[in-house]
């Protein structure tokens, strides 16, 4: 079992910036994959950034050049830093990981944090 655990969401003005952070335990010598995805009301769950084992990284069209996932060395914890949060990047945010159990791969959410950006 892999649990992960958001922090760091929050109340922010257009232009600010805020850092999520996700906390993993369990099998975490298991995970193949972490990410960021997120979900407003109305619309559908989105990825946001993701980065493997191996430290390759993707980005929405909608977050590149804003947004950088990041690992520590152990790679675990995995963060989002976010910059030039507009209105649209309201959404609840939930950490993800991909990882292995006896050879099938199986995903792992966490609970989600709120980043609401309003002036």
């Known amino acids: 079992q892999v649990q992960l655990v958001e922090s760091g969401g929050g109340l922010v003005q257009p232009g600010g910036s805020l850092r999520l952070s996700c906390a993993a335990s369990g099998d975490i010598f298991r995970i193949n994959a972490m990410g960021w995805y997120r979900q407003a009301p109305g619309k559908q769950r989105e990825m946001v950034a993701t980065?493997?084992?191996?430290?390759?990284?993707n980005y929405a069209d909608s977050v590149k050049g804003r947004f950088t996932i990041s690992r520590d060395n152990a790679k675990i914890p995995v963060h989002l830093q976010m910059n030039s949060l507009k209105p649209e990047d309201t959404a609840v945010y939930y950490c993800n990981a991909v990882y292995r159990r006896y050879g099938s791969s199986t995903n792992s959410w966490g609970q989600g944090t709120q980043v609401t950006v309003s002036s």
């Open positions: 980065i493997t084992s191996a430290g390759r990284t």
